[in-house]
């Protein structure tokens, strides 16, 4: 063989090989309900149940699309939606538009970003943080959920 066939049999070898070793990546699927409980640096100590479910058509590999509910005692359904890479998620959220204020007239609507993790007893949890910049002047918290 010439060098210059040599050099093109390698790379068609190599392309070939990486291509049998390459997987796609499939993010695993955070749906399901969570029972949390949070601290709101205006409203205080608070729980809750988020539900997220799966927007399949929306989704590919490690990127997932969410419908996302938080459901509050004596506050309300949040509702928004939730882009994920991996076990990364942000998540945003808002209770209804009344008269056409966002949020209600609270303005209560915000963006989160959350980490899951699996816990010692292999049930999936994740840590949000959270930023609301209309509610009270702005607001944070911190939300740690486990799946049932």
Request: proline share 3%.
């Amino acid at each position: 063989m010439t060098d210059r066939l040599q050099l093109s049999a390698k790379k068609i070898l190599w392309a070939l090989l990486a291509g049998s070793f390459s997987v796609q990546a499939q993010a695993l699927d955070l749906s399901g309900e969570y029972t949390c409980s949070g601290i709101d640096a205006h409203e205080g100590q608070y729980t809750g149940t988020v539900t997220m479910k799966l927007r399949p058509e929306h989704s590919k590999g490690e990127d997932a699309s969410y419908d996302f509910s938080l459901t509050v005692p004596d506050y309300g359904v949040y509702r928004g939606h939730a882009a994920a890479h991996g076990m990364v998620a942000a998540m945003h959220f808002a209770l209804p538009t009344v008269q056409g204020e966002y949020g209600g007239p609270s303005h209560d609507y915000g963006t989160g970003i959350a980490e899951f993790k699996r816990n010692s007893k292999g049930q999936l949890t994740f840590r949000k943080f959270y930023f609301e910049p209309a509610f009270k002047g702005g607001n944070t918290g911190i939300e740690v959920c486990v799946k049932r």
